[in-house]
């Protein structure tokens, strides 16, 4: 199934910005992570469709996946 | 009260906005923001809305100036080494614009301090550079009902969003809780591009001139983010959590904590 996934900031290093991947059908976010080798302590902000999710979350065709890293810098 | 001849001139660009005005400009000399952090976001931050006129600005830091702070922190000059960071970002406010007040809290934010400070204001900076000073932020707005923007920055990247407590996502809608040590850095680790705060900085600031004159659109319900690498503006739509453990359905957190404390418990909680 198609999911488009946008990542941001220093998830963008040696990656890219955004991207139309595809998944198998009842695929989790966490797989997601996996396949992107980024890990799950690391991604704090999943969104699916604009909405805080865990990783535990399943795609579903066509969901927008915004993956952020925390930042605390000030 | 109307504007003095010499207000008229120091802010005469201002008030020849139309969406301003005398008007306006009084507006902003009767408004109360209070910027928690006098480091490298509230520096910009403070400099800009005192030069602006807001009639009172509150800085929290319990920090003094160091070296390491002078490539980011504009506010603190070479001979501020050692000074107090609140005193410093005073003395710098108050040589842009002499019309204003300063209000200092030589403090850190704190679960039992935090509702008193902020009570006081119309809106608030979250300058922080900490994940516990940032929940705490978030939760006692939203306990004292104040309009919020919340910052971070980290290497080349930034990010912000402005909270309407109670009515937009807050910050735990989208985060739920602090991160466990280790992994999330923090600038002082790896490093921020000096100017990465200063855009972020300025942005926060333009979003309390815009809550205080009612003007345009906040960033509310949507996390503005900047990568200065690729000079990327992009802007996220969040929606709010009905599971927030804060602002959610069924509210866990019904008091302040210092989250310091209670980081360890959160990192074992499976998020929602």
Redesign the interface.
Known sequence: MPVEV?L???F?EGRF?EKQMEFPQASSLADLLEHLQI?E??A??L?VN???V??EHKLAPHDVV?I??????? | MGLTEKQMERYSRHVMLEQIGSLGQEKLLSSKVLII?A????SPAGLYLAAAGVGTIGVVDADRVELANLHRQIIHHTDDVGQEKVTSARNKMLAVNPDIAVKTYRQRAKADNIRDIVRDYDFVI??????PA?FLINDACYFEKKPFCH?????F???LITVIPGRTACYR????SV??PG??P???QVG?LSVV?AVIGSLQATEAIKFLLGLGELLTGT?L?Y?AL?M?F?K????R?PNCPLCGKDPQITQLKDESQVAENNANR???
């Open positions: 946008r941001f900031a220093t963008r910005k890990a302590t690391e704090r902000i969104l604009g909405t805080a865990s990783a915004s952020f890293p925390p930042m605390a810098g000030g | 952090g480091g490298g976001l509230g979250d300058a922080t550079d900490n994940f940032k910052a971070g920055v980290l290497r990247h930034g990010q809608c989208i985060f739920h991160p466990p992994t999330a923090a600038g002082s921020v705060p996390l983010t990568s690729t990327d992009r996220v739509h969040l929606n959590n499976k998020r929602t």
